[in-house]
């Protein structure tokens, strides 16, 4: 899983051995200027991937669906999960595309893939987010969109069985809104990652969001220091959730170069 580093907004890319998953796409903040063009295809093109086999976006607010459109464009996507509102591009409206539901589910390379939750019908845009579940026979990873304390609770209620994660992703960038205690307490991540933006003017993510989840014992990175991170879930219990690579840590520029 690579968590791109795309300031205030979330894009991850999933991968196993031959498949590729792309979990919304960045912001777009002007008709030249979007994070889909500018940040996630080239690096999609830098490490040599030719295809996504699907892109999910969560839901429609700019920071998850503005890179979207040029994404589509410039990669060979086979198949856009995403609500019918979403999606701009009219090309793209064709039956290989669906609507992202709760219950979609499928197996890549002994990995599996399920969305746990999406609800078209609620008026507020976070809590439409689809919400996905990634594991294999020994680790998880969740991804939640934005979705917000109301949705955490009925998870709780309805779905609680299937609410494990070694990594999450914190929702909606660990707002106040979201990571409620209880929740938390059913999850127990190893890791919580925050996509967030530097010094962004929401605070994210929130200092007692993150005690909240330093008290369960659960580690924190935000991508707003530690650049791009990386994590593999290794396929046997014995080698255990490798050290998470920060880009930033270990990316050499010209202007950290000491002459």
Not at 83 to 91: G, I
Not at 148 to 159: A, D, F, P, T
Not at 181 to 187: A, D, M, N, R, T
Request: hydrophobic share 35%; glycine share 6%.
């Amino acid at each position: 899983m690579d968590v791109l580093d795309v300031g205030q907004g979330l894009s991850v890319l999933v991968q196993t051995k031959d498949k590729a998953l792309l979990y919304d796409s960045g912001a777009k903040f002007s008709q030249r200027f979007d994070i889909g063009q500018r940040v996630v295809v080239p690096y999609l093109n830098y490490i040599g991937l030719q295809q996504l086999d699907i892109l999910m976006i969560s839901h429609r607010d700019n920071d998850h669906a503005g890179g979207a459109d040029s994404v589509m464009q410039l990669m060979n996507v086979q198949q856009l999960l995403a609500q019918e509102d979403v999606v701009k591009d009219k090309s793209r409206a064709d039956k290989a595309d669906k609507s992202c539901e709760a219950g979609q589910s499928w197996v890549w390379n002994g990995v599996n893939f399920e969305v746990l939750y999406s609800d078209r019908n609620t008026k507020k845009s976070n809590n439409r987010s689809c919400v996905l579940k990634v594991w294999n026979e020994y680790y998880s990873l969740l991804l939640p969109g934005d979705i917000e304390s109301k949705v955490e609770q009925n998870m709780l209620k309805y779905q609680a069985e299937k609410l494990t994660a070694d990594v999450l992703l914190m929702p909606h960038h660990g707002s106040n809104t979201s990571s409620s205690k209880s929740w938390l307490e059913k999850l127990k991540p190893q890791l919580a990652i925050a996509s967030a933006a530097y010094k962004n003017r929401f605070g994210h993510p929130r200092v007692r969001v993150v005690k909240r989840y330093h008290e369960l014992g659960s580690r924190v990175l935000n991508t707003a220091n530690s650049g791009m991170i990386q994590i593999k879930l290794p396929a046997s219990a014995v080698a255990g959730i490798a050290e998470p690579l920060q880009h930033r840590k270990v990316s050499t520029h010209y202007w950290n170069h000491r002459f």
